[in-house]
């Protein structure tokens, strides 16, 4: 009859009822989906957030195989394959910087701020110090220089945090040290050609001017490293 629902057939009813299912346990899905992907994004920003400590990491041993040991008036250590002048080269492309330092009992651990602060200053003074000689290629009379951070002590921490049984010092102002290692290889053959290290400490208390900034002593340090690198490379000073 006019105004009456028709029954609805079995069939329907089961087809109605599956729909809805289907759609909750979509919903479920998507749901569960989602928290998933934010846990994910919390758990990946955990890992390493900007106070976070590097690993204690013991420095390679320098592989110094078939190369030559050269006086440097600044430098550690400088080794060259024999017959190679690197300033025939001329050219470098830098391969992503990596750590390895260590440290001991109650040593503060570099936080990963700290890292990312002495990968980018290196970076930026290589870039300076090179000028159009740093390329992002691999090609013919074409580096690749690799390094590697093996200390790195800032004159101010923050939120330091110790290498052993936990817990963290607010505020720690220090003599800053940096050392680092440095391969350079020849970028078409995977040939190792030089391989270059070196250590630098401030002066101590209270000559030290640096003292009390962040990476005073540290920042110093590298600025050198860089010109010096890019002299053994391209034959001066500086690039233009």
Same mark, same amino acid.
């Given at each position: ?28 899905? $998507? ?17 390493? /957030?900007? @106070? ?13 195989? $078939? ?20 300033? /025939? ?13 260590? #440290? #001991? ?16 200053? +290196? ?15 691999? $090609? ?33 102002? /220090? ?14 053959? $995977? ?9 630098? +400490? ?22 050198? @490293? ?9 034959? /001066?000073?500086?690039?233009?």
């Amino acid at each position: 009859m006019f105004g009456q629902e028709k029954p609805l057939a079995a069939a329907d009813a089961a087809v109605i009822r599956d729909d809805r299912a289907g759609f909750r346990a979509g919903l479920m899905a $998507g749901v569960l989906g989602l928290s998933l992907m934010i846990l994910a994004v919390g758990t990946a920003g955990a890992a390493e /957030s900007a @106070w976070d400590g590097i690993p204690s990491k013991k420095a390679p041993k320098l592989v110094t195989e $078939g190369l030559s040991e050269q006086d440097h008036a600044t430098l550690d250590k400088v080794f060259v394959k024999p017959g190679v002048n690197l300033a /025939s080269y001329g050219k470098v492309m830098l391969a992503p910087m990596d750590t390895a330092i260590e #440290r #001991r009992f109650d040593e503060v651990l570099l936080s990963v701020r700290e890292r990312d602060h002495a990968f980018e200053y +290196m970076t930026k003074q290589l870039e300076e110090a090179f000028g159009p000689a740093m390329v992002k290629q691999a $090609g013919p009379g074409v580096l690749t220089l690799a390094i590697t951070f093996t200390d790195y002590v800032p004159n101010r921490s923050f939120h330091a945090e110790k290498a052993r049984g936990g817990g963290t010092v607010d505020r720690v102002y /220090s003599v800053g040290r940096a050392a680092f290692q440095a391969t350079l290889t020849d970028s078409q053959t $995977g040939q190792v050609v030089a391989v270059i290290a070196d250590a630098d +400490m401030g002066l101590p208390f209270p000559d030290n001017i640096n003292s009390y900034t962040i990476y005073g002593d540290a920042d110093r340090f590298t600025r050198r @490293w860089a010109r010096q690198i890019a002299k053994l490379v391209t034959g /001066s000073e500086a690039a233009s």
